[in-house]
Structure formats: C-alpha cells, structure tokens
C-alpha cells in the first residue's frame, strides 16, 4: 500500500555527525501526524529530506511513492519560522503562488484570507506573526496538496494566533482529507489535533504510530515497590517514581496485568510523551505504526 | 518565474534606468561638447607635421581629460555595482531570510528557478552594456584619435560588457557559497578589482608578444602615438639594456642639474656612446584582437565562478 510518506533507514550526515540515522517509519494515507523531539532531534532535517530540500546520505525516503523532488505539487510546505517575502504584497506573495504552482487554487487562497481579515494590500512585513502564520498556510493550502509539511508552524505565536492557525488547518483537514505532518513543541496541542504520533529522538524514530493504541498500551500503575522486578519481566517499564515503598510507574503493557497488586490508571498522551523523550538514548525497542509490531535491538 | 524575477528586482530595474538614463545624458553632452570642439578648432584637419596641430592637440587633451577620466572611473566601476547590489544578495538573500525554503517548495525545482534568474539578469545586463557601445564609440572618437585608441580601451568595444557579465556573476557566486550578502558583497568587491587589475597589468601587455622599436636617444617612444607604450629603456651598441645607474656613471652631466643645457649636454654624451632607446609596444591594430582576448579571459573567470555556484544550490543548500 502507498504511504503519505516512508522511509526506509534514512539517514543525514553533517561531516562527521549524524542528524537523523537509521530512520524507519511509515505515516499512512489521511492522518494528521504530529512530530515531536527534544530541540536537535533530528526533526527539521527529517522534514527537509521529505520535501527533497536536503538529499539522504543513508536509507530512503519517498513521497506518495515516489522521490519527494518528483511530487512537490502534491505536497504543501511550510518552513520553520514560515519564510515569506517581506517586501511583497500578500496579493503579490498569491500571485507568486499562482505562477510557481500548476495546481494553484486563487478562490480559495483570496477566500481564506478574506475570511481571515487579511488586507491582500499589505506587505507581510507588516503583518502579525499570527496573520504571518495564516499566510504562509493558506500558500501552503492554495496549491491544492495532498499531503502538508509544517515545521514548528505554531512556534512563537500567542495562544490566539495558535488557535486561530490551528482552526484553519483543521477546517482544511476536515474539507479535503489532507495528510498532515508537523512537528511541534507543543505537547498539549498535539492532543487536540493529531490522531498519529511520530517521536524522534537521539537521531531516531523511536515511536511512529497511532494515538489510540499508544493510549490503550501505556498506563499508569501504582503499587508496591518490590512488586517492579516481576512485573518488569512481561511489560516495559518507562518511567520510575518511588517512595519508600510505593511505586508510580509509567508502563507500556504487552497483554494483560495479571498482578492485582497494582491499581491503573489513564496515562495522558502528554505523560507518554514525557516519558519517552525523558529515555536515554537509544531505546531499548521501537514501535512500528499502529503499535503492533515491535523490534527488539 | 519570469514574473517573480521581475517582482525581486523591479527596484533594481528602475535604479538600473535611471542610472543608464543619467549616463546617455552625461554621454551626450560631453559628446557633442567633445566632437564640435575637435570640428571648429580645426584639429579633425590636422597633420601631425603642423606645429599648431600640436598646440591644438595639447589644449584638446588639458580641456577634456578630466571629463574623460571621470566617465572612465564611472563606466569601469558600474560592472562591480552590478555585482554588488544585483549579483551577492540574489541567492545570499534568499538564505538569509530562509525564502529559498518557501520558493523551493513550490512545483518548481530550484534548477529551473536559479535558471530562470541567471537568464534574465545576465541577458537584461549583458544587454544594457551591449547597448552603450556605439554611444561609447561615438564619445570617444575624438579624444581617441588626438590621443590614441588604447587610452578608451577599457570603456569602449567588448570588455566592459564582458567585466559586467563576470562581475554579476562573481558576485552570485560569492553570494551563494558566503550565504550572507554583505559577506558576498564584500568578496565580489575585492576578487572583481584584484582580478580585473591583475588582467590589467600584467597580462594584457603581453596578450600578445610585444613589438620593439628602437630609435635615437632623442626620439625616443613608440613609432606612432596611436600605439600603446608598455616599457622604454636605453640600450647600448651590443643592445644591452642599461640601468639608470650604470647610465648616470657614463653619463653623468646631468646629475643635480634640471636645465636643459645638461640635459642637451647628457643626450649628446649618450649619443656619443651608442646609446639608442628601445621601445616594447602594441600597435594600434592589435586593439580589437586584445579586446577578444581580454573578454574571453573574462566570460571563462565567470564560467569558473558559476560552475560551483550552480553546483553548491544544485547539491549543498537547504
């Protein structure tokens, strides 16, 4: 089956260093992905090599199938910081759209931005950060894509411009089923949009899957200290916090708790998160999408 | 694309207008100045035999030749603007402001977008510089023919489109492999005015080998004004060259003394010795030959500059 995207052991080297290695994952047709890691992950770099601005050193990447290069109109990009040309119009910035892009949609990028309350007069010099933001979507939005690629778009906007971005992309997820990848460092938001989480830290993907079995695998137990050991043997102990005798544990269960000594409870997609970043490098197993198969290193 | 090249650099394009405006007025008046001043005193009529003529001559040349050398530094200096504020920030600004980002993810590829650019400013340049040709041609014709054709040779014919060409595309490359403008605007700077001096002193008097003329010590020079003097010095009956040391210790009557009797006195001792004066020059014929040459030179240095540059956005930038 064709993905949005996958790939295969990708890697990029700087020199020496390696931003992104060994990264395999796959996001399928129709989700909204968010894409999180601690700063240095690895996480512009894998963007880029999705949009065919960086080439692999290692691995593959594809798009729809294919060299992301060969399908840039299908997908819809915007950068870290969300570039835009300060000295031009927004008008000026859609007709830059309309001439660079075959697939280009004028109505709905002038009906956005009208919508918006965006003057098409203005420089995007003088806009807001937020109307920014709106802008440089709705260009993203206006070549009719398939798929969306958003580095941080959300970044160092105030809660109202997040909200009101975060409204536009969902109102264009919900219209015309667009794949969504964006990273964010924003944990809490990602709960509210994404229905796919992808992790990336220390250079790897280390969970690329859908929320809902992350959320029925991992749970909060609370219970007897010396109880841990034998419970460590079936299922995956994240994250520790003990007193004396009592123990708080983040766990990714495998099958059922047989141990009535521990009382579950819910862990937040926020707690997961947490729990994963807070490993140290490199994990002891990675979870292939939808959580099912899992690979022992 | 050819919409958003011209979008990025209308600004450019009318300071270019302008600026090209203001020179084919400049061009025009001196001119007209230069040629009826050359008609009406007679000089156009003028044999070198004539003693007038040279009177004429001398008033002709004190009269224009600050005008001259001023549109000179005007014109030579025009290709390292090109290169500065057109060539270093086109791509170097793209990156500082991280819009390659944006206009590389669009349904273009950035080959065709780096085509498209490199096309049009190279093509609007050359063809601004192609155009001030024959005006050049016909403001200097006076001041060549009373002086000699190689005083305009940096202004007139084919280099300066050429200095434009290699200029502009200097200043991309610096641009592209610097990544910030200033640095590029910079480096386009010092590498346009070190390569075009180093061209301009050491090789262009040896595009081709020069030729030698040897005359009596009171005749010394080339054969003709119209040739290009590139080195005089004094040789003796074997054809020796000799020092100016080794001169003043033969003949020494003119030592301390600026009168033109020791020197009438110092010629007559050299003459005397078998001194002659020997001339390397580059005959007035050669110029067109020299200008191919020195072009050639010039679209090769742009094509050495651009072949990175194109391979360092194909391959290094993100």
Redesign the interface.
Known sequence: MIQALETINLGKRYGKDWALRGCTFKLPIGRVAGLVGPNGAGKTTLL?LA?????PSAGSVQVFGEAP?RV??R?G?V???R????N?RVK?ML???Q?????WDMNLAKERLDRLAIPLNRPTGKLSGGQQAQV?LV?ALA?RPEMLILDEPIANLDPLARYEFQQTLMDAVAEDGLTVLFSSHLIADLDRICDYLIILSASQVQIASDIEPLLATHKRLIGPSDREASLARTHTILQVRSSERQSTLLVRLHGALLDPAWEVQEASLEDIILAYLALPAPFPFTIQHKGVQEAVR | ?I??TW??HRIEALIAGVVLAGLIIILLVLGIEMTSTYQSTGLANCSEQLPACGELEGNFINHFSLSVNLITIMLTTLPLLVGMFIGAPLVARELE???H?????????RMRWLGTKLLLLIGVTLLAFIALIPLIAWWSAPWDAVTSPWSTYEVRGIVLPAYALFALVLGIAAGILSRRPVAGIGITIVLFILLRLAIAFWLRPYFLPPLVSISSIDRPGAPSHTDWLIEIGTIDRTGQELSNNTISHICPQIIGKGDAQAFAAFQACEQQHGFHSRSFYQPADRFWLFQVIESSIFLLLAIAFLVPGVWFVS?KL?
């Open positions: 880029h949009v065919g601005l960086l080439k290069d840039l109109t997908v990009f950068a870290q910081d570039p835009l040309y300060r031009f000026d007709m830059l759209g001439k660079l892009n075959p697939s440089a260009m070549k | 694309m919409w958003v979008r990025q402001q991280r819009t980002r944006l206009v590389w993810t669009q349904s273009i590829t391959k993100t």
